[in-house]
Structures are given as structure tokens and as C-alpha cells.
């Protein structure tokens, strides 16, 4: 079994930043490809970034390239999402979860966190 617990998030004026933080326990995450994921009122999840369990391979919504950087910690068992130049659009709960990847396609694995919300304003 693996333990999410996200932190970080925050209300940030547009323009500003913030860094998201998924902490793991019960077992390494250094096998996982992970992952966020945001879900905003009304709307359906999307999957914002992820990040193959080696850190060589890294995927982005195409709204958020350029803006955001996931990255992971392995010795610390720890997935962080910065994000910059944040908009009202990014307005959402931010979910960390372990992701299955089959070629260009990634998916939400078994563990994801509670969430933490982020939220922008105009």
C-alpha cells in the first residue's frame, strides 16, 4: 500500500506561484511513474503532469507546458508540481496518484492522495 498526502496548495493571485508537494510512505515510490491530476467544479478530472518512475520521461497538459515542472525526489519518496504564472483557469483540487503508462497513454494507477487545493485569483 502506498500513502499520498499532498501539500502546498493555496490562494495565489494570477501571475503568481505556487509548489505542490506529494509525500509518500508505506512503500518507495521509486518503481511508480507518477502523476497530478486536477479536478475543478463542474468539471471532469484532467491529468495536468506526469513523470516515469526514472525521471526521464515527463508529460504536460498542453494548457499548462511552459508554466509547470513536475519533478520527484526519490530519496525523500516525494513528487512536487511548481507552477508559475498561475491563471483562474488552473483553479482546481490538485490530486497526486501513482500513473500507468502504456506508450503515450497515462492513465491514474491504485494510490492518489486527498487532494489540495489550489486556488487563483483574477
Known amino acids: 500500500q502506498v500513502q499520498l498526502v499532498e501539500s502546498g496548495g493555496g490562494l495565489v493571485q494570477a501571475g503568481g506561484s505556487l509548489r505542490l508537494s506529494c509525500a509518500a510512505s508505506?512503500?518507495?515510490?521509486?518503481?511508480?511513474?507518477m502523476g497530478w491530476f486536477r479536478q475543478a467544479p463542474g468539471k471532469e478530472p484532467e491529468f495536468v503532469a506526469g513523470i516515469s518512475w526514472s525521471g526521464g520521461s515527463t508529460y504536460y497538459l498542453d494548457s499548462v507546458k511552459g508554466r509547470f515542472t513536475i519533478s520527484r525526489g526519490n530519496a525523500k519518496n516525494t513528487v512536487y508540481l511548481q507552477m508559475n504564472s498561475l491563471s483562474p483557469e488552473d483553479t482546481a483540487i490538485y490530486y497526486c496518484a501513482t500513473v500507468r503508462r502504456v506508450g503515450s497513454s497515462w492513465s491514474r494507477g491504485d494510490y492518489w492522495g486527498q487532494g489540495t487545493q489550489v486556488t487563483v485569483s483574477s
Open positions: 508505506g512503500r518507495t515510490i521509486s518503481t511508480y511513474n
